[in-house]
Every structure is written in C-alpha cells, then in structure tokens.
C-alpha cells in the first residue's frame, strides 16, 4: 500500500514511524528539511522536501499512485487545500487534520467527501473525548465505549491486599488479587472477562492458571452491568464518583474537554496568562470558572479545595510539567488523574509514577487513521497509551474466515483476544464456544502487531 504523509510535525512523524514497521510504501512531505533529515537514518521511508501544495511536487511524489493521503501539518487550511489535489490528481482516499469543530459536524461531511476529502481528523476533539470517558470512574485508569456504552473495555491498577483463601473467591466481597483467572471466571465470567493484564512493563494475553498480581494493570471488558461488580472486586468500593474537576492549562485541549465532560462536574480551569484567561471566559461553558495562575501554585490549588476533589487534569503543553503535576495530586489524595503526556518515550516513567490516565494526541489520531489501512470492515480502532496493544471494532463478513468455527478453533494469531461482540444490537461477552455470524460487531483486543495479521480473518 502506498501511503503519502503531507507534514513531519509530531502526528506526522508519528504515522511514518508506525507505518513503517507494517512494512508500508510511505513518502513524508515537508517544505522543513531540517524536520525530514534525521528521519531519513531513522525510518525505512521516502522523505521529499518540497510544499504538498505544490501541484508538482504532489506530481513527483506519484500522488496517482497514493492508496492513502494524509495531511497534517500545522495550518488547517494547507491541509484541505493538498487533499483536495491529491484527489484531483489520483489519490485513492484522503485524509486532513482540522481545527475547527464546525467542519467536524455530521451536516458538514457530505461536503467535504464532495471537496474530494474523506475523512477529517481533529486530534483535541478525540482526545477530549477519551477524557470524558476516561474520567466517568475515579477508579479506572481508562475506559472504551461500544455499543453506545452498553459494553465497555476499563483498566483498573490492582492493589496491595489480603486475599482469602482460594475457596472464598464466591464471597463478592472478596477481591480479585491473588487469585487465577479460571477463579474468577467460574463464579464472575458471565459479568467480564480479563482480556489482557499488563505487569512489569509488558501486556500479555493471560490463560486460566494466571493469578492477578498486585500492580497488575488488568484490562476488563464487560457490559454496563458488570461494571459495579469489577468496582467491587477490585477493591475499589470507596473510590467517590467524579464531581469536582480543576483543569490545569487552558490550551484547546482543555477547551474541548471542556465541552466533552459532564455538565453535572464542577469544573475549575487554572491558567497563568491573563489574556487567555478571558478568552477561555467566551469558549467554556457557562459553568466552569477560570482562574488566573500557575498549576503548580501548591497555597492556590489548596485554596480551590484542593482536597476535595475527585478529579485533577494536567493539559498544558509541557509534558514534564503535566506529569509532576499529576503526581502531587494523587500523592494529596485525588483519586483520578489524567495528564498529557506528547513525548512517547516518556510513557513508561509516567506509568512508574503512577500519574493515572495518559493522554497522548498523536496516538488518538494515529488511531483513527489506522483503522483506513484495514481491508476488514473495521468501525473503530484504539491505539492504547499504557499498553503495547491495539483494540478494534470489527464487523464480520459473509463467508469471512471467523465464522467458518467456533473461536476456539479458529487458531487466531498468538496475543489476540476477543472480548465482546454486539448481536442484533445486544451486547453480549463471548466464550470459547461462541459461533461469530455474519453483522455481528466483534471488538478484540490485540497485543503487539498483531491488529495488521487478523484483517484478514474479517475480509
């Protein structure tokens, strides 16, 4: 497949990296050839400096060739202008990053797919949505949605505990520490299924003779109804539910999280500069109040009810920052934490921290332009943060190879877990024997590069 990237800022260097490893014909475009040198020893890819406006140098990047066109760069009007080209010129399917809510209304796209575009990314608008979801429950480090929420995938750090003995895992108040997972299963599988555990940095696919450990980070996916139940067992039954919310850094993250939370939280929004303390006045809701000053202002933020609050957000765009932030709050006592976290590469130490939820823009757009490169009918993709792993949406095909046995038998690639599934619009866990039939949603959790071997299970 033959992929053209317009732009080598962080998204775009991004995508190049992750393409790359899937073995794809990528050519980056950027008229910065500073931005392009070092990734030409870095990454087993084509770099051309030259504008992706530039109807020649869109020609001499064999445009007519493109299976994909992604444009993001900076400017929003640079990256309609180049897909519109593209397509013009040959381009198979294009996709542009925007930073404007208008362009990202359902009434809207129909327009744009006639501009030649068809698909509009806007990274603080995804991002701002995984912070609403994520922020649902005090006690999970991050959830997924499907199914309208009726089904839904949460991560829950795993604590320090006295587990009983083996036989008392039937006492509901007992807590999933230190016991296997066929344990559990026997008594509670029919609530959740443990489709994966992360432990000393790495995410594996767990069997029924695996213990939950404390620090485990153990994925669960269930339905709305087991989810008080995983609150129960993980010993999370005192955790209060998100109410008070102090924002830290008025950037458009914070603005669109904004939008994205709750009306029912009380939210607070810390920003040192004056003058976009009044600008965030006109572009928040009418319920957020905006406070001039620093985040780290330790007498400021204890005079906010520092120690009442439920839910602390570091958004500023200095990831050190956000991250030491996040560890004074949870270190003061607040129970749920998100910060974003750009640099990559400082994941692992932000998970060591204990910083809580991370929030990583480039990965959510990386997500959605993901899910385009699949041959399978695929309705969604999640590139997690704390995890070397990939959760999709798939909807199952007539005569595509899932469905020929059950799951069980059906010899899927090694670190790939089916969860869940959505049946006639029911949401219902799935077991060894389950039978997938054609229009069933099927969401599977993947660890490694193993997303790019099961597409075409669903062809």
């Known amino acids: 497949m033959k992929i053209i990237i317009a732009g080598a800022g962080a998204v775009g260097t991004h995508l190049a990296r992750l393409l790359s490893k899937d073995n794809m014909d990528v050519t980056l475009m950027d008229s910065d050839v500073d931005k392009l040198s070092k ?28 299976d994909l066109f992604i444009a993001v760069t900076p400017h929003e009007s640079e990256n309609l202008t180049c897909c519109m080209l593209a397509k013009q010129l040959g381009a198979k ?32 608008l995804l991002a701002a949505q995984d912070i609403a979801s994520s922020s649902k429950y005090s006690w999970v480090r991050q959830m997924w949605e499907f199914n309208n929420g ?26 999933l520490v230190g016991h296997t997972l066929k344990q559990i299963g026997i008594v509670h599988g029919h609530f959740f299924h443990v489709v994966a555990i992360k432990r000393n940095g790495e995410t594996v696919v767990p069997y029924g003779d695996e213990k939950i450990l404390p620090r485990d980070l153990v994925f669960f996916m269930t339905t709305k109804e087991g989810i008080s139940i995983i609150k129960k067992l993980s010993g999370k039954e005192d ?15 914070a603005v669109r999280a904004d939008w994205a939370l709750p009306d029912s939280y009380s939210l607070k929004i810390i920003e040192p500069d004056v003058e976009r303390c009044q600008e965030l006045g006109a572009l928040t809701k009418d319920r957020t ?51 974003q976290v750009e640099n990559i590469d400082y994941f692992d ?11 990583n823009k480039k990965v959510i757009a990386a997500s959605h332009i993901y899910r385009m490169l699949l041959q399978g009918d695929v309705d969604n993709v999640k590139m997690l943060t704390v995890a070397d792993a ?32 959505i049946r006639d619009g029911k949401s219902m866990l799935v077991s060894g024997t389950t039978q997938l039939q054609a229009g069933d949603k099927v969401v599977v959790f993947c660890i490694g590069n193993t997303l790019k071997k099961l597409d075409k299970w669903f062809r």
């Open 349 to 359: 130490m932000a998970e060591n921290l204990d910083v809580g939820t991370i929030i």
């Open 390 to 421: 990939d959760v999709a949406e798939f909807i199952v095909k007539e005569k595509s190879k899932v469905t020929q046995y059950p799951i069980m038998q059906l010899s899927l690639p090694r670190g790939v877990n089916i969860g869940g599934m």
């Open 150 to 175: 009726d089904m839904v995938l949460l991560s829950v750090m795993m604590h320090e505990s006295n587990p009983r003995s083996d036989n008392e895992i039937e006492n509901t108040n007992n807590i």
């Open 289 to 339: 109040l905006i406070i001039n000053g620093e985040g780290y202002d330790m007498d400021l933020l204890n005079d906010e009810g520092f120690n009442h609050l439920e839910a602390f957000f570091s958004l500023t765009d200095n990831d050190e920052q956000n991250i030491l932030a996040c560890v004074a709050a949870r270190r003061k006592g607040v129970r749920k934490t998100i910060a």
């Open 39 to 66: 990734l030409n020893t870095e990454l087993d890819i084509m770099t051309l400096p030259k504008s992706p406006t530039s109807i020649k140098a869109l020609k001499s990047a064999d445009v007519d060739d493109a």
């Open 239 to 253: 955790y209060p539910d998100t109410e008070h919310t102090v924002i830290i850094g008025g950037s458009k993250l």
């Open 93 to 124: 399917r294009t996709v542009a990053r925007v930073d404007n809510y208008e362009y990202m209304k359902p009434e809207n796209l129909t327009l744009f797919r006639n501009m030649g575009i068809e698909s509009l990314i806007y990274p603080e």
